[in-house]
């Protein structure tokens, strides 16, 4: 197992602790979620730097990287929408996509072809490390609500365009392959 493939399975351990954190009631919760939340973030732009830099790119990372990210920020979300910091539907628009787009990798890599992280999906992944910042920060600073809210937006906008370019990509390599 190489760094890289190790900073993207850290990060998804640091799932449960960034939705636990999030959620208990606790003093300083918020703030600590909020801290372990930027560290897993961290871990994505160092694995993959890491991994290019060090020609350590592996199927398994180019597989696993995405479903760290995807539980990452589903998991925040799902946080957000139990905070009542956010509309469920949104969410649910931003996960399904996720899910989509999983299903997709899934099959493409069943007939031997990987489709790895698109601009636009790096893109939205980066919107949405920034809503969720901005609407963590609104619980304290009431303030960024609107600008959380705005980004959110984009991020739902990005996930929807994301997701019919995974599509379009998709079904043009699964039909121009014999099955």
């Keep these: 197992m190489n760094l890289p493939n190790t900073l993207t399975l850290l990060r998804i351990f640091l799932v449960p602790l960034v939705v636990v954190l999030l959620l208990t009631r606790t003093h300083g919760g918020l703030l600590l979620g909020t801290v372990v939340f930027a560290l897993a973030v961290s871990t994505d732009y160092l694995d993959g730097y890491l991994a290019r830099r060090r020609n350590q790119v592996t199927k398994l990372g180019i597989l696993l990287d995405p479903i ?23 969410v649910m628009i931003i996960i399904g996509r996720d899910m989509v787009v999983t299903g ?64 379009r990509t998709f079904w043009r390599r699964a039909t121009s392959r014999p099955s």
């Design 68 to 90: 760290a990210d995807k539980l990452l920020t589903a998991a925040a979300f799902i946080a957000l929408v139990e905070m009542k910091a956010v509309p469920a539907w949104m």
């Design 104 to 167: 997709l990798r899934n099959i493409a890599a069943s007939r031997e072809f990987l489709m790895p992280a698109s601009w636009l999906g790096k893109g939205k992944m980066v919107i949405q490390v920034i809503a969720i910042f901005l609407l963590l920060s609104a619980q304290r600073w009431p303030i960024l609500r609107l600008p959380g809210i705005v980004v959110l937006w984009l991020a739902v906008v990005v996930a929807v365009v994301s997701a019919m370019d995974y599509i």
